[in-house]
């Protein structure tokens, strides 16, 4: 009943920024929390950042400070604004998000990749 499309990615230079998109779409009102997470190859799938129906945020220790989640209602969207990226930070990343906590939707990665 959700579908999640993923932006905004790329291949960035160490230091630089880049800002993801999750347009959400579907039966947008069961939607409580939203997030961002990454998986690399061999790599558990890790939680980034995470927003709730009420704005609350999470963020993993490994981008404090560097990383903001936000999610606009009105236009049903999830963004991640990623500065100061490390080589690290490649991976897989994937939007999510829980309808009436129980049931989670995914939408289909996108990349990042960040080298010199």
């Known amino acids: 009943q959700v579908q999640l499309v993923e932006s905004g990615g790329g291949s960035v230079q160490p230091g630089g920024s880049l800002r993801l998109s999750c347009a959400a779409s579907g039966s947008i009102r069961g939607i409580w929390d939203m997030g961002w997470y990454r998986q690399t190859p061999g790599k558990q799938r890790e939680l980034v950042a995470t927003?709730?129906?009420?704005?609350?945020?999470y963020y993993a220790d490994f981008v404090q400070g560097r990383f903001t989640i936000s999610r606009d209602f009105a236009k049903n969207t999830l963004y991640l604004q990623m500065n100061s990226l490390k080589p690290e930070d490649t991976a897989v990343y994937y939007c999510?998000?829980?309808?009436?906590?129980?049931?989670?939707?995914w939408g289909q990665g996108i990349q990042v990749t960040v080298s010199s």
């Open positions: 927003v709730s129906d009420q704005a609350t945020t």
């Open positions: 999510n998000a829980i309808v009436n906590r129980v049931i989670n939707y």
